[in-house]
């Protein structure tokens, strides 16, 4: 542990208890008590803490803390799809706060998430901007609630009923997002829509999205097919009825990999695009280098990012605890080659 891990360390014991015995302190840091004597002289010598008999207090007027100095750790599933754009807005509006970004990456293990964050805490983190391998559901009460530092839940919804209900949450409006798709086709023509999508965490809010645009624009009530890549075949025949013999002329389908993925097959089937059917992808991570491109919904993953860093260090540094947040971001429709009128 550096010097500098120490020293946050140390603030926020003294911070969290209002003052500590110098022997305590070696303890939970794992010290000498001649080590945490040396770092109470320099911590005193700025004015950041007051010795006394036997421990440490924090000063008559103790300063606000604030963000030059802060280490933000950051939990995330995975760092090579949607969530690289996530951690560039993080880590650049850390840093333009004087933070650090610490990254741990779970690779959508609940067991990993857990381990991730035990070792950003002990690295030194002051605070976690988190983003769980699955939604939140009982199983995660204990943990959120156990954690030690204050956490910002990231790209994932933060239920009313549900164990991360009292965090700060931000995440993008994927129902929105979702509708954003469904009007974009019923303006173009199109009646008869479908989903195709990959079992996730966003997957609910695209649904519910599609369901409640397709009935509030009078569509015809979406079906939906869920993605098993175990079973191409299966997955393409289904499409392929639903196009030719159910009047499907427009597909919404997550994400953006799968979608082009399934325009291959697609047009190995003879089904042109869009001549034949639609379709608008979902996250536009490489939606733009399909051929042809393909109409995307795109989450503005950079700026939940910034966002996120945002709300954890207005509390981490606030003198008292601010109203909690939870921040929704409307995605955006990006038009491309794969959406036109249905043909008559």
Not at 185 to 206: D, F, K, M, N
Not at 240 to 259: F, I, K, P, Q, W
Not at 297 to 305: D, L, Q, S
Request: include cysteine; proline fraction near 7%.
């Amino acid at each position: 542990m550096s010097v500098e891990q120490r020293h946050r360390l140390i603030l926020r014991q003294v911070r969290d208890r209002g003052s500590a015995r110098v022997a305590d302190l070696a303890e939970a840091l794992g010290v000498s008590a001649v080590t945490l004597r040396r770092d109470v002289e320099r911590l005193a010598a700025q004015g950041l803490l007051t010795r006394v008999h036997g421990g440490v207090t924090l000063p008559a007027e103790a300063p606000a803390p604030r963000a030059g100095g802060l280490t933000v750790g950051m939990l995330v599933p995975t760092a090579h799809y949607y969530y690289p754009a996530v951690i560039k807005g993080a880590q650049e509006q850390a840093a333009r706060a004087g933070a650090r970004l610490v990254l741990g990456i779970s690779r959508y293990e609940d067991a990993e998430d857990r381990a991730q964050v035990r070792q950003l805490v002990k690295g030194g983190a002051d605070g976690l901007l988190l983003t769980p391998s699955r939604q939140p559901d009982g199983s995660h009460a204990e943990w959120l609630a156990g954690l030690s530092v204050p956490a910002v839940l990231v790209e994932r919804r933060a239920e009313p009923a549900g164990p991360a209900a009292t965090l700060d949450a931000v995440a993008s409006d994927h129902a929105h997002g979702a509708y954003l798709a469904v009007r974009h086709l019923a303006e173009l023509g199109h009646r008869g829509l479908a989903l195709v999508a990959s079992p996730s965490p966003t997957a609910p809010g695209i649904r519910a999205g599609l369901l409640a645009g397709a009935s509030a624009l009078g569509l015809d009530a979406p079906a939906e097919i869920v993605i098993d890549r175990d079973r191409t075949d299966e997955l393409v025949a289904g499409v392929l009825r639903l196009v030719r013999e159910r009047g499907v002329t427009g597909l919404l389908v997550h994400n953006d990999e799968d979608a082009l993925a399934l325009v291959r097959h697609l047009a190995a089937a003879g089904v042109d695009i869009p001549g034949e059917v639609s379709l608008v992808a979902y996250d536009d991570e490489v939606a733009a280098f399909s051929s042809p491109s393909l109409t995307a919904v795109a989450p503005p993953k950079e700026e939940v990012g910034r966002c996120a860093v945002d709300l954890l260090l207005a509390r981490i540094t606030a003198d008292t605890a601010p109203v909690g947040r939870h921040v929704a971001l409307l995605p955006e429709l990006r038009p491309r080659e794969s959406s036109a009128p249905p043909s008559l």
